[in-house]
């Protein structure tokens, strides 16, 4: 009997034991997993918020549903940078375009694209400016080249006009307008 109540407990303890274990494995991996979706503030030359950028992993990327106001009206380059950095006014501390693979600016290169190359944005008279694009070249995923959330972070930049697609470093698309870190 005693041999029996003995088995019993060594039984419920190492349920109990393995039940815990089970546990803290699953929130290590809930704490490794990304974000399903990342809110991005999206700030102007004078620092002040003036729109949001909505990213989220999708089986073909990464998807970005941006809307910002109060930038000019016409075409500007938007592009993915390497640095998670958005200092105002010139936001020059987002660095370069995101680039693991080395390769040349614009979705007209032969040598192209950057990871960080998306389509240019088109903004209304009244100063608005809506895009949902999905980029192939990204991913939320840690650990991997072309992450957003790579070491030092990544940023979304807006530029004063459009892209050619083609010049490399940038797309002769001009000063920073518009910055977001991606976090």
């Known amino acids: 009997m005693k041999s029996k109540k003995l088995l019993m407990s060594a039984s419920v ?20 997993a990304p974000p399903s979706v990342v809110n991005v ?25 941006l809307e910002v106001t109060g930038l000019k009206p ?3 380059g938007f592009h993915i940078h390497e640095k998670g950095v958005c200092e105002a006014p010139d936001f020059t501390s987002a660095g370069g375009h995101l680039n693991p693979l080395h390769k040349q600016h614009g979705f007209k290169n032969p040598k192209g694209p950057h990871a960080g190359d998306l389509p240019n944005l088109t903004v209304d008279s009244q100063g608005n400016g ?4 999905i980029s192939k070249e990204v991913v939320l995923l840690p650990d ?5 959330f790579k070491p030092g972070g990544t940023s979304l930049v807006i530029h004063e006009q459009p892209d050619d697609m ?18």
Do not use: Y
Not at 13 to 32: H, K, V
Not at 41 to 54: H, L, S
Not at 144 to 148: G, M
């Open 130 to 133: 809506r895009m949902d694009v």
């Open 166 to 183: 083609v010049s490399d470093p940038a797309g002769n698309s001009g000063k920073r307008v518009a910055c977001g870190v991606v976090k």
């Open 144 to 148: 991997k080249p072309n992450s957003l």
């Open 13 to 32: 303890l190492l349920f109990t034991l393995s039940g815990c274990q089970s546990a803290n494995m699953a929130a290590s991996a809930e704490a490794a």
């Open 41 to 65: 503030a999206i700030v102007g030359t004078a620092g002040k918020q003036i729109g949001t950028a909505k990213l989220q992993q999708v089986a073909e990327g990464v998807r970005i549903q």
């Open 74 to 76: 016409g075409v500007h």
